[in-house]
């Protein structure tokens, strides 16, 4: 899945597959996790809001099925 980089403290790049509302996020640490059944209107909310990393922790991170695949 292709990435876009972001300016946030712990998240360095977003990406977001239509098809399978799937996002993938990327931290700072180097993990990579993918977040399912993500509606587009959440990622376009995410993309767009001034700080990723609260938006992640406020509306995704316990809303979502998860893995870490990286």
Known sequence: MN???V???NIVSLGY???SETLEVEFSSG???QYY???PS???ELFAAPSKGQFLNAYIKNAYPFS???
């Open 3 to 5: 990435r876009d980089p």
């Open 7 to 9: 300016a946030s403290t």
């Open 17 to 19: 597959d239509d098809p």
């Open 31 to 33: 993990s990579v996790y």
């Open 37 to 39: 059944n993500v509606p």
């Open 42 to 44: 959440i990622w376009t």
């Open 68 to 70: 870490r695949v990286g």
